[in-house]
């Protein structure tokens, strides 16, 4: 009685599992419609493609507690090996675009194994030091060698060569998203196949009790070297992706910055949850692209969203999610107590006056240029009038008081 129960579950399990993932490529399918401007295209192409990127660092980060400082080194590796296939295409190498950005997470798997080696030898802190000093030796050499790596001005090339094949000659921005498109469905399954695998059971033993994991047969070191082997597969082909999209590869995709912003985004997102690095790669497109657009401190606010997270929301926005669909389910229609409400009102003010502060800090630099009025949700503040300062710092402390009230109160 008790077989044909556990083989309708797992068939029901899978039945679902499969739905999902058609359902995300339906949703891959049908963006470019429903957002048909360029920009929302170019948008979505840079989203696909972090989020390879930021789905490959979670390998290390979520599944084995590898703390990486350089994984900027693989998708860079990844786009300097795909630009120098653009290269010899276009010189009479008969290299298919479609494969170039596999064939660049090769060439990126290739550097892992000597990379990863060094970098494996320890763990901890020690692993986190030795990737950053990899990145930065990578920097460091495409600076030095502008005949490989085009120095500052980076290497260009034209994404149209070769026989047109199909119909696509990946001109379109529309074709190129299709590719990404398609890389991104391909990897972000093979890479949620790869937590079902024995290695990832071993990589999160190793992450939980190395020791015990040890005694048990698991390598530590080996299977943290395989571990990068595999992120750094992935990792090129996102290098690889970005390579095609932009048609030029500078030295600045082996910098701690674009390392930094993988792993911000990731922790943000929530590195427990597979999806999470998925969110916090649409964060880092939008708030990279979007953000920057509407105000000049947006690496502030992008500052001030990590530290909130790892200090209010540890396990990111995806672990929150959770929670909240938990509660939904325990309470229905009850999601939130009016406690609830109120100290979320209470942090929005708080929010609200700090923004205005610090919009304004930034227009007062800027006064001899801009001027020293500035409008911000309707309302028009004057740097040079001490009213607009106060009235700002006011909200901003209210909100405080009433959050901290809340705090004392119990409020979640």
């Known amino acids: 009685m008790t077989e044909p129960a556990i083989t309708t579950g797992l068939t029901t399990t899978a039945y679902r599992a499969r739905l999902w993932w058609l359902a995300y490529a339906l949703a891959l399918a049908l963006l470019p419609i429903a957002f048909g401007s360029s920009f929302a295209l170019t948008l979505l192409s840079q989203i696909g493609i972090a989020s390879i990127a930021c789905l490959s660092l979670n390998i290390l980060l979520g599944q084995g507690g590898m703390l990486s400082f350089g994984h900027a080194l693989y998708t860079g590796a990844g786009a300097y090996a795909a630009i120098h296939l653009l290269r010899l295409a276009s010189n009479g190498w008969a290299v298919p675009v479609s494969l170039m950005p596999a064939l660049a997470g090769v060439c990126s798997l290739l550097l892992a194994l000597l990379t990863g080696w060094l970098s494996t030898r320890r763990a901890g802190l020690s692993f986190a030091m030795i990737t950053l000093g990899l990145g930065e030796l990578a920097w460091t050499l495409a600076q030095r060698f502008p005949a490989v790596f085009g120095g500052e001005a980076g290497l260009t090339a034209n994404r149209v060569v070769g026989e047109v094949f199909l119909g696509l000659s990946f001109g379109p921005g529309t074709q190129v998203y299709g590719l990404i498109a398609v890389y991104a469905w391909v990897c972000t399954v093979l890479m949620f196949a790869f937590t079902r695998t024995p290695l990832a059971w071993g990589l ?147 929010l609200m006056g700090l923004t205005a502060l610090v919009e304004m800090l930034y227009q007062f630099q800027l006064r001899s240029t801009m001027g020293s009025q500035l409008t911000l949700w309707g309302l028009t503040l004057n740097t040079s009038e001490p009213a607009s300062w106060v009235a700002c710092a006011l909200v901003s402390c209210t909100g405080l008081t009433i959050w901290r009230w809340c705090q004392r109160r119990g409020g979640t």
């Open 204 to 350: 999160r033993a190793v992450r939980e009790q190395p020791e015990r994991a040890g005694a048990l047969g698991f390598d530590p070191r080996n299977v943290r070297y395989r571990a990068v082997l595999v992120s750094a597969f992935f990792a090129g082909v996102a290098g690889g992706l970005a390579a095609l999209q932009f048609e030029i590869v500078t030295s600045e995709v082996f910098s701690v910055t674009r390392s930094g912003a993988y792993l911000l985004f990731t922790v943000v997102g929530g590195a427990g949850y597979f999806l999470g690095p998925m969110v916090g790669a649409v964060l880092m497109v939008l708030g990279s692209v979007w953000l920057s657009s509407i105000t000049g401190a947006w690496q502030l606010y992008l500052g001030l969203l990590f530290v909130a997270t790892v200090m209010l929301v540890p396990d990111g926005l995806s672990g929150l999610a959770v929670r909240l669909w938990q509660r939904w389910q325990a309470r229905g229609w009850r999601l939130l107590e009016p406690a609830d409400v109120l100290q979320i009102f209470a942090a929005l003010t708080m």
